[in-house]
């Protein structure tokens, strides 16, 4: 019976929609059973009563019929996320719009949502008059790095009796990256790197300096005294001296991600803690014109190559997003990639929650390939773990490197508590006008 009814169900769905992308399904089955039972009593037992009971119920299913095929042709929903970047500590928001275009009202319209931000609800009950739309913003605080999804959803109504359901099913996914924040007040100073005079950074600067390392075309914003005028006659087009900046050394970000040694969870762990530090770093050394580049050896090795700019704030800030401290490589073995990778003249900012010493002889050869060391021990007994970070501190200077040790709770105030990145704040005056006192994007 369950199976036949399923047949059946399947086949007045196609036949009631066509091509539409809505859905119509039913949603109770027993007035069809009363149907079927009330023509039998009215062919097999003429009266009134059935005759007017068959003709009352035979009317109710038609017009719930016709009001869900009318929603289902002018039905549909949008979303839109208002800010395309959140950190933790920030508000997602989203803009909803519920669009009635039928000449029937929608007196329920149900939200059906399958992001899996933490925190972020998103299902909601609205409804929406004939000819009408209806808008809302739906919004939640960040509270957990990572990387997620907003969608996919659906919107379901139907008639005043309950008898069909109607259905949009919306399969677009929207991938969001939810970054760290960026603490402030750290006391803790950067590298100064092992330039040697002759290096080179790769990053050509917009300054003059002493050192022209060639040229490229003219923009509508180089002065004009930076014009190279021999090659321009010579190409018959304007081109410009292009500098190279002096080499201060580029910083390594190097985060111990082996699981093994972490402790803690969720905003107290040390997985956290190091990736606010790693966080609050490469911003103080970007605005400090540094390379920054960042190294977490994970189960998803998370490897970003030093560079300038905002564009690298992002990168690194991604990175620290979806980092996860699972990985099964030691520090030690960490350092031998980094040495690969790294650039004689950088330094290395080294953050582990680790006591053992085993990985010291690897920090000397990083020295002995020119790489500059400071370490960064987070305190294994306030963390709630044992072993002693202070001693490891010991054994580190007497090697001759600088090295310090963060305890739970050190690390400041985020910077997103002062500046509120992710929306807006406004303020109407005494005649109606909205007036905006804080930007997003605003310092």
């Known amino acids: 019976m369950s199976v036949r009814w399923a047949r059946w169900s399947g086949w007045l769905q196609r036949t009631l929609l066509g091509d539409s992308e809505a859905r119509i399904a039913l949603r109770l089955r027993l007035p069809f059973l009363w149907l079927v039972a009330l023509l039998l009593a009215a062919l097999l ?11 009352g119920l035979a009317g109710l299913l038609l017009v719930g019929f016709v009001w869900a095929r009318t929603l289902a042709r002018g039905l549909a929903a949008a979303r839109q996320l208002r800010f395309g970047w959140v950190s933790v500590g920030d508000r997602l928001e989203e803009e909803f719009v519920l669009t009635n275009r039928s000449g029937l009202p929608a007196l329920w319209v149900e939200i059906r949502d ?54 949009r099913r919306y399969d677009a996914r929207q991938e969001i990256i939810i970054h760290p924040p960026i603490h402030t007040s750290l006391p803790i100073p950067l590298p100064p790197g092992r330039s040697d005079g002759r290096a080179r950074t790769r990053e050509r600067n917009w300054q003059a300096a002493s050192n022209a390392a060639g040229v490229r075309e003219y923009h509508s914003l180089d002065p004009y005294h930076w014009i190279h005028w021999p090659t321009s006659a010579r190409r018959d087009s304007l081109y410009v001296r292009q500098f190279e900046r002096d080499a201060a050394g580029d910083i390594w970000l190097v985060l111990d991600a082996q699981a ?12 956290e803690q190091a990736v606010l530090l790693a966080a609050a770093l490469a911003a103080r050394a970007l605005n400090e014109t540094r390379g920054v580049g960042l ?11 030093p560079a300038l700019g905002a564009g690298q704030q992002w990168n690194v800030l991604r990175a620290l997003a979806l980092l996860r401290a699972d990985g099964e ?22 953050i582990t929650p680790t006591a053992d010493a085993a990985w010291l002889p690897q920090l000397a050869q990083l020295s002995r390939r020119g790489l500059e060391s400071h370490v960064l021990l987070l305190d294994r007994p306030s963390f709630g773990g044992e072993g002693s970070s202070e001693a490891l501190r010991a054994a580190i200077a007497l090697l001759g490197y600088r090295c310090q040790v963060v305890r739970r709770g050190e690390i400041g105030r985020p910077l997103i508590e002062e500046e509120h990145h992710g929306f807006w704040e406004f303020k109407v005056t005494g005649t109606g006008r909205a007036v905006a006192v804080r930007r997003p994007f605003e310092r």
């Not at 037992?45 to 003709?55: A, E, G, K």
């Open 45 to 55: 037992l003429p009266d009134r009563i059935w005759t007017t009971l068959l003709v």
């Open 114 to 167: 399958e992001t899996n931000v933490p925190g972020y609800q998103v299902g909601a009950v609205r409804a929406v008059g004939s000819d009408d739309t209806a808008r809302w913003r739906q919004s939640s605080v960040c509270n957990r790095r990572g990387q997620y999804h907003l969608g996919p959803w659906a919107i379901e109504s139907g008639d005043p009796f309950g008898l069909f359901r109607v259905s």
């Open 329 to 350: 490589i030691d520090l030690g073995r960490a350092l031998q990639e980094l040495g690969d990778v790294a650039r004689r003249g950088s330094a290395a900012i080294i």
């Open 295 to 305: 190294a977490a050896f994970a189960r998803q090795p998370q490897l970003v190559p």
């Open 260 to 271: 093994a040694v972490q402790l803690g969870e969720g905003p107290a762990g040390t997985e």
